[in-house]
Structure formats: C-alpha cells, structure tokens
C-alpha cells in the first residue's frame, strides 16, 4: 500500500499520462455466462435431429406458407387501419365535452379491453346464432337492404371484427394520451387565430399527437401481427394455419412451427424498422441516416453516452 | 374623433376562481390606435383580465365590447344567447394574442405557422399567403429564418414569429400576455423593438407587462392592477413618477 501512495514528484506529469479506464467485472462475469448460454443454445439449434432443417428449408417458401404469410400480412395491416381510424374517433368522443359520447366511448373501450381477442373471433363467427339477420332501414319501419348474417360473417370478415375491434380500444386510449399530451397552449393559440375546434384538432392537435403515438402504434402492429394467428381457430389459413394444415398432413409438426417462427421474426423485425424510420423521420429534420437507426435498434442510452474509458 | 365608438370597451368584467375573486367589476376603454400598458403585481388579474378580452376565459359577469359587438354573446330577439366556439372564432379573428410562453406550432416551420391561419381560416391562396408572410418575417427581422422549426429558433425569434403569426390575420387589436417574461435579458430588446414598430404603425394593442421602461415610453395609457381592481390608470409618464395610490407606490418602489 505504501508505495501505491507515491508522491507527486516521483510521478509523471499528469497531463502527459493517460488513465487507465474503469475496469467493470461484472460486466466480464456476466457477459462470460450469458455467452455460454447463446453457445448451449445454438449447439441445441444445430445438433438437435428433430428440427429436421432440411424440412424448414424446404417449406420456407413453399407457395401454401407464402400465401399464408401474405393473408397474415393484409390482416395486420387491415386491423390496424380500422383499429386506428375508429381509435381517433373513440378518443375525440372520450375527450368531448359530451357526457354521452364520453361514456359511450368508456363502455366501448371497457368492453373491447376486457375481452380477450379469441373470446371475440369465435362470437364474432357465430354472430349468426344472435342476430340471424342483418338489416338496413327505418327505425321500425321498412327495410331498405338485408341480408343473411352467415352470408355476411366468413372468417375473414369475423376475424378482421375481433381483431380491429380490439385494436380500436387500444388506440383509443393511446391517441387520447397522444392528445392530451399537447400543450394546452397550443389550441389557445389556434382559438386566438380564429381556428375553429374542427380546424385545431385536424391542423394542430392531430398531428402533434401523432408524433407522440408512433411509438406505441408500432408497439401495437407488432403484437397485431401475433395476435392474427389467433384466427386459426377460424379455419382462416392464415400463416400460422397454413403452416398446421402441412403439419396435419405430413406430421412434420416441429419443422412446421419453426418455419412459422422464422416469417413471424422476420415481418417482427421489418417492422420493427419501419416504426424507427418513421419516428426518426418525424422527429429529425436530417436526412435519412441508415447509420443512425441500426444502432438505435438494439441501444439505448441511459447511463449517459458510456465512451470508452470513461466511467459514468 | 367624438362620438364613435371605442374599439374595444369592457364593462363591469368580473371572474373568479372558485372563492377567489380574480377581476372586480372592471371598466376599461380601449381606442383605435392606443398602446394600453396593464402593470402590477403577479396575481393581480391583469393576465385574467387579457384572457377575458378574447373569452380563452369566460367571465362570470360584465361584457367586453368589440367594435360595439358583445364578445361571445349574441342577440337573438330579446334573447341573449352564449357564442358557439365556432361563432366565437370569427370574432378571434380580430384579436391577435401573443403569449408568453410563445405557443408556436412545433410541427410547422416559422413560415408554414404564418400562412396556417391565412390557409385555413381565410381561405387565402397559398401563394398570396406566403408572399404575405415574407412581408411579416422582414418586418420582424426573420426572413433568413423562415423554414426553421421553432425549436431551431432563440426565444426572441421564436416571439417574433408568434407575433408575425398574429400579424397575418390582419386582427384590429394586439394583445400581448407577458411577451418578454419568458426571455433571456439579451433578447428581451429585438421583441420589445417589434413591438415598439408596431405602435409607432398604429397597432391597438393591450399589453400585459413587467416592462416599465417599454410602459412609459410607447404606452398612451398605463393601467395599474392590484387585486383584481384597476388601481390607478393614466398617461404613464403621470402614473410612473408621480403615482397618487399608496399601494401603486408601494409596488413601483419595488420594481423601479
């Protein structure tokens, strides 16, 4: 210890010296045993016969799993569209002024949050058990259309009900965060400039609180597009379903799955990426930088910018 | 100029919050062309009494007068009825308002915020819209600034724009909310200068102010609030040096 304290002639200059970086054990340790776990796994991955990769190559892309894969697709993207459009019109009746549109939005936001999505796909199917037929007219009087609600509930139709249903009390309560996380100030100077309530919300509130629900909006068309393997119970051949109907047949159940897996991670991640591009192109006035939001996908900060050699 | 009216007159203007009595019957008149000057301490309703002018606050009683229309009331008949925010937008349109903490659009650049009331409320051509707005940021000094986001922009810029902003819907009247209270010393001035080019153009504006200098110089009338009442009003270079109310001295003695 003694000469550990050595005093400041015996040194060199402090300024000609550079210090020796913070030594962090933990992170050696730690890291050290979350690696022989990766290594346990992938040997798992190569070395298990049952995986049969051979299989999962061969049905990867296979004309069945693809067309399942794009049905997957379309019903992501068609639940989210109808989930986000009847989301804003839930959260502006949330926040209106209206005691009736108010609790009307709360009840339809309780009861599609409360549901679970399979609950509502199977009801949503057997509509026609409740309603047998579907109606357009006067108030008790005349019907101008109707129609057999069998012939109007396939699984498609069913699945997109549950499904966007769902979303739009989601949305709902994120965009109605998105909004009300607008500065009051801002529809105060929108009134100042004559704007009327329906100009400020479309002009000025709307797409402020769009830049705010980006985030989450992405959050959710990732859990939609797990969430649509849900219609399988439909008979809908969805990718999950098609990727069943090949099993059922050739009992190739483990390989069938893992093909399922893969698609699944891939759309996960390219949209993953897309959500970044988004929030990066609304939040940045620089150009598209590819360097920057590669990075920003798997790091974050927190412990402040952690350059080497510094310790924060 | 006899016997027309004022632009703006305020009669027996009253609010509270809650028990809290705000404004006390207020009686103000404001005429074409004047700088009104509202000093006195936080809390005393002036910033109240500047909401109430263009109804962001409802009073509890009393009427504001607008070219001897009620603000926000309408005669219907022998009824008198309560203005729709749509209907009362109409009247906004001839009250600017600047506020302290600037409030511009952050989605918009300095330009898209100028032509945003233009477009949509008067249904302008964009291009005459935006020939227009140039013509405001030069007079603001900002021309080099017009597509910056406000984020990009000083304080004082960014209230330079707000005030172009207001500008553009060519109001009757101006009213300033404390514009230089949330600015840093150095660019109090380039927003102050602004304003001073407006009044010498003739601009109606009420002002709600801590600035005592820009009261006494530009100001043709200084009003004196403390506790939701008018205290002591006149020619500010009168009120300023030789007030008469115990508590107008009290408060200038601590700010002068």
Not at chain 1, 121 to 128: C, D, G, S, T
Not at chain 2, 57 to 72: T, Y
Not at chain 2, 171 to 178: A, T
Not at chain 2, 201 to 218: I, K, N, W
């Amino acid at each position: 210890m003694e000469d550990e304290k050595s005093t400041p002639q015996e040194c060199p200059d402090i300024h000609a010296t550079r210090p020796v970086p913070v030594m962090h054990p933990s992170w050696w340790i730690g890291g050290a045993a979350l690696i022989l776990f990766v290594l346990a796994f992938i040997r798992l991955l190569v070395t298990n016969e049952n995986l049969q990769w051979g299989v999962v190559a061969a049905y990867l892309f296979s004309p069945e799993i693809l067309a399942g894969l794009g049905r997957t697709l379309y019903l992501t993207f068609l639940a989210m569209i109808f989930g986000l459009v009847i989301g804003t019109v839930l959260a502006i009746m949330r926040l209106s002024r209206n005691p009736v549109f108010q609790v009307a939005s709360w009840a339809w936001i309780w009861f599609f949050r409360g549901v679970p999505p399979l609950v509502q796909l199977v009801f949503w199917y057997n509509l026609a058990l409740l309603i047998p037929t579907v109606s357009v007219g006067i108030p008790f009087g005349s019907d101008l259309w109707s129609a057999d609600t069998n012939r109007l509930i396939t699984p498609l139709s069913a699945a997109l009900l549950g499904l966007s249903l769902t979303e739009s009390a989601y949305a709902a309560e994120m965009i109605r965060a998105g909004i009300q996380a607008i500065n009051i100030g801002q529809t105060e100077a929108a009134a100042t400039l004559g704007m009327t309530r329906g100009q400020t919300l479309r002009r000025i509130v709307l797409p402020q609180a769009l830049r705010i629900v980006i985030p989450p909006i992405g959050n959710d068309t990732i859990s939609m597009l797990k969430f649509t393997s849900l219609v399988s119970v439909l008979a809908l051949p969805d990718l999950l379903y098609s990727a069943q109907m090949i099993y059922s047949r050739t009992y190739q159940t483990i390989p069938l799955l893992i093909v399922a897996t893969i698609w699944y991670l891939i759309l996960a991640t390219v949209l993953t990426f897309i959500e970044h591009y988004v929030e990066h192109r609304l939040n940045s006035d620089r150009p598209f930088d590819l360097s920057k939001i590669l990075p920003s996908l798997v790091r974050s900060r927190f412990w402040g910018t952690g350059r080497r050699g510094m310790s924060v | 100029m006899s016997g027309v009216m004022p632009l703006l007159k305020v009669e027996r203007l009253s609010k509270s919050f809650g028990s809290h009595q705000v404004l006390n019957s207020i009686d103000l008149k404001v005429e074409l062309g004047d700088v009104t000057c509202i000093v006195g301490p936080s809390g005393s309703g002036k910033s109240t009494l500047l909401r109430c002018l263009n109804y962001l606050e409802v009073p509890d009683s009393g009427v504001v007068f607008l070219e001897g229309e009620p603000v926000g009331l309408r005669w219907r008949g022998k009824k008198l009825f309560r203005m729709s925010f749509n209907e009362l937008a109409v009247q906004r349109q001839k009250m600017g308002m600047v506020f302290q903490g600037f409030h511009l659009f952050p989605h918009k650049t300095a330009l898209e915020n100028i032509i945003e009331a233009p477009l949509v409320v008067k249904r302008m051509a964009r291009m005459q819209a935006v020939a227009e707005a140039m013509v405001l940021l030069e007079k603001v000094g900002l021309t080099d600034r017009a597509h910056y986001y406000p984020r990009q922009l000083s304080g004082g810029q960014q209230q330079r724009v707000a005030i172009a902003r207001s500008l553009a819907m060519q109001p009757k009247l101006l009213l300033f909310d404390e514009p230089t209270s949330a600015l840093d010393p150095e660019t109090v001035g380039e927003v102050l200068t602004v304003m001073r080019q407006l009044a010498e153009e003739g601009m109606t504006m009420v002002v709600v102010t801590h600035e005592m200098s820009f009261a006494r110089d530009v100001a043709d009338h200084l009003i004196f609030m403390d506790g939701g009442v008018i205290v002591e009003a006149g020619e500010p270079k009168v009120v300023l040096s030789h007030p008469t109310h115990a508590r107008t001295k009290a408060f200038l003695a601590r700010i002068l």
